[in-house]
Antibody
Framework: QVQLQESGPGLVKPSETLSLTCTVSGGSISSYFWSWIRQPPGEGLEWIGYIYDSGSTNYNPSLDSRVTISVDTSKNQFSLKLSSVTAADTAVYYC?????????????????WGRGTLVTVSS | EIVLTQSPGTLSLSPGERATLSCRASQNIKSNYLAWYQQKPGQAPRLLIYGASSRATGIPDRFSGSGSGTDLTLTISRLEPEDFAVYYCQQLETFGGGTKVEIK
């Protein structure tokens, strides 16, 4: 079955760039939207953005100026870069598949998730 | 931008009891765009309900979703020990703040 796995540094210094990669195994990254979602310790879920296999993206407006999501279909991976991080960016970062159920009249749901990786911003 | 407000923040119940969780949208939404997720400590969220009332693959039938317009509900008919968790509603890229179902 399809599985997602996040990887990247667990500690990032303030003002630097957070970089994470999500590897999709057991299936192709093609023909799906792929997303990053984060969760600060003890808080709720915040959508960061998503990318299609073509490379088209959509970002959370509150993070738009600092976020870049890219995809490498040859490696079955997609990546997140978040620049100029502060302590407020400390969170568990999840990658997830964003799927349409029901065609044009159906909704969009995060139906497959990675286990998540904790990224701490600290000097 | 739609805001999803979940209530109550915490629900204290005993195993075997019925749980009713609410998700209120700041404006009318297409009910078939709403989902519910379950998150246990240290785990990623899991899709439970999509399209407001359809159970995702492998989800037991004690979980049911209902509602339309601005008011959506997740009901757990009889709480099992493994159901004590945090539940989130979601519409497109927006999540509610979550409801924690804890053991009384």
């Amino acid at each position: 079955q399809v599985q997602l796995q996040e990887s990247g540094p667990g500690l990032v210094k303030p003002s630097e760039t957070l970089s994470l990669t999500c590897t999709v195994s057991g299936g192709s990254i093609s023909s799906y939207f792929w997303s990053w979602i984060r969760q600060p310790p003890g808080e709720g879920l915040e959508w960061i953005g998503y990318i299609y296999d073509s490379g088209s993206t959509n970002y959370n407006p509150s993070l738009d100026s600092r976020v870049t999501i890219s995809v490498d279909t040859s490696k079955n991976q997609f990546s997140l870069k978040l620049s100029s991080v502060t302590a407020a960016d400390t969170a568990v970062y999840y990658c997830a598949r964003y799927s349409n159920y029901g065609g044009n009249s159906g909704g969009w749901y995060f139906d497959l998730w990675g286990r998540g990786t904790l990224v701490t911003v600290s000097s | 931008e739609i805001v999803l407000t979940q209530s109550p923040g915490t629900l204290s119940l005993s195993p075997g009891e019925r749980a009713t969780l609410s998700c209120r949208a700041s404006q009318n939404i297409k009910s078939n765009y709403l989902a519910w997720y379950q998150q246990k400590p240290g785990q990623a969220p899991r899709l439970l309900i999509y399209g407001a009332s359809s159970r995702a693959t492998g989800i037991p039938d004690r979980f049911s979703g209902s509602g339309s317009g601005t008011d959506l509900t997740l009901t757990i008919s009889r709480l099992e020990p493994e159901d004590f968790a945090v539940y989130y509603c979601q519409q497109l890229e927006t999540f509610g703040g979550g409801t924690k179902v804890e053991i009384k």
